[in-house]
């Protein structure tokens, strides 16, 4: 396999996201972030971890953008600190945060890089949690300032957005679960919550399309490909239809004018009381694109006793499988089950994937990391991609999750996903193995 198999027009990057690398969270007039609020609460955490100084990219990315250079990576994909250019969210404009996105994005396109914005990844102003965050539907009205605001200041030279990075996470982990900021709980916060995100993918879509007539638009997915833990078993493969409606089909399909997938979460009856006239018209846009994430598979058990999808995902390290810091099963199918599945929707147009990849321990051992797991998850990965892309599957580009070691979110600096290792005390960089690889594989 080498790159050229994918043809010339396929999209290869790196992703990473503001709040995992950019430290500096009050620098220069930014208001703070859920995340910078949720990562003071005790034992929320691991070890107490923040994202405060994180890789220091904000006065580092310059030399982070050269790794990206140097590793022959031609895109790259970041996110926009919402509060940096809103400290409150909506209103005042800090156009020092304005000015470091656009030094940024004129470093990347001297050194012929193309920039792609994910416009949120999970960073909510502080001062719009205080209103109810994504709960308060007046979220869509604020996204939308927000969203204008990037495209009219960074549109002349940024055509690739991404709308919303994994609604299902931000919204399941921060407003049912609470272990992702803002710390939320509940089947009432989640589905308020989910509603208003999917209208703000769809008219987050809409803000940048009546704003830029040469974007090219996605919005980006989690997708795990499911199975039932006891393939026979009728009470697993419904669990595992339900989970799938959950953590897969959610957000996708009112995106493609389906609707919500009621039928087999019958639950998401209970999201009518947010959903106004005009919403399920509104739920819809075509994307240029559709972006997916993917990382593992899990298998699904029935559990009578847990609330609204009575069902388990049963860990991999229980399995006994190969796995990840994050356990995680190692399942390189996965990517090509997943795009399979969304290639079947009617209506998507093109699939990126804009995050794979793996935290293993690293050894840093005579200035090398020799992350053999790490290479092998990557290639193993991209076979089964190319076997999709040979299929006629409709998959454009692929996005290595991620740069740098950063602020991996409730686990802390603990997992590291980077093809660069980061010491955090001295903020030293040095390129792994798998770096080296990608490098080479792109060369
Ligand atoms: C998120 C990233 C995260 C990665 C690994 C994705 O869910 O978009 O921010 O670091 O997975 O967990």
Not at 194 to 199: M, N, Q, R, S, T
Not at 230 to 254: G, H, S, Y
Not at 268 to 288: P, S
Not at 428 to 439: C, E, L, N, Q
Request: glycine share 8%; with cysteine; net charge neutral.
């Amino acid at each position: 396999m080498n790159r050229k198999d994918f043809g010339d027009d396929f999209y290869w990057g790196i992703s990473n996201a503001a709040y995992q690398v950019e430290g500096a969270n009050t620098a220069e007039g930014k208001g703070l972030s859920i995340w910078d609020v949720f990562t003071q609460k005790r034992n929320k955490i691991f070890k107490g971890h923040n994202g405060d100084i994180a890789c220091d990219y904000y006065n580092k990315f310059t030399d982070d953008i050269y790794l990206i250079y140097q590793s022959n990576i031609p895109n790259y994909r970041f996110s926009i600190s919402w509060s940096r250019i809103f400290p409150e969210g909506i209103g005042q404009i800090n156009y020092k945060g304005i000015d470091f996105y656009n030094r940024v994005i004129e470093f990347c396109l001297e050194l012929g890089i193309e920039p792609w914005i994910t416009l949120y990844h999970w960073d909510l102003p502080e001062a719009l949690q205080k209103k109810g965050g994504w709960t308060n539907r007046d979220v869509v009205q604020w996204f939308n300032e927000y969203v204008a605001c990037c495209i009219k200041n960074f549109g002349d030279r940024v055509s690739k957005w991404i709308v919303l990075n994994e609604p299902m996470v931000f919204t399941g982990a921060g407003y049912f679960l609470g272990v992702h900021a803002p710390g939320k709980k509940g089947l009432t916060n989640f589905l308020a919550a989910a509603h208003h995100a999917a209208l703000c993918q769809s008219s987050g879509g809409r803000t940048i399309r009546s704003l830029q007539s040469q974007s090219f638009i996605g919005t980006s997915f989690s997708h795990s490909h499911l199975e039932p833990f006891r393939k026979d078993d009728k009470k697993d493969q419904m669990a595992k239809i339900k989970v799938d409606a959950l953590i897969n089909r959610l957000f996708i399909e009112p995106l493609l004018g389906l609707g919500y997938p009621v039928k087999d979460l019958p639950i998401l009856n209970r999201m009518e009381k947010y959903i106004l006239a005009d919403d399920m018209q509104d739920l819809k846009f075509d994307m240029d694109f559709v972006g997916i994430q993917v990382y593992t598979r899990e298998l699904i058990k029935h559990a009578p006793l847990i609330p609204f999808v009575q069902a388990n995902i049963v860990k991999a390290s229980d399995r006994f499988v190969h796995h990840t810091i994050m356990n995680w099963e190692v399942f390189p199918n996965s990517i090509y089950e997943a795009v399979k599945r969304i290639n079947e929707y009617k209506g998507v147009k093109q699939i990126i994937v804009t995050e794979n990849g793996a935290a293993f321990d690293d050894v840093l051992y005579n200035n090398t990391i020799s992350d053999t797991l790490r290479k092998d998850y990557l290639k193993n990965h991209l076979n089964k991609l190319l076997k999709a892309k040979n299929e006629g599957i409709k998959v454009n580009g692929y996005f290595v999750w991620t740069l740098t070691d950063n602020f991996e979110w409730a686990e802390g600096y603990n997992p590291k996903f980077g093809l660069v290792h980061v010491d955090f005390l001295t903020q030293k960089r040095t390129i792994k193995d798998s770096g080296k690889w990608y490098k080479d594989f792109l060369s």
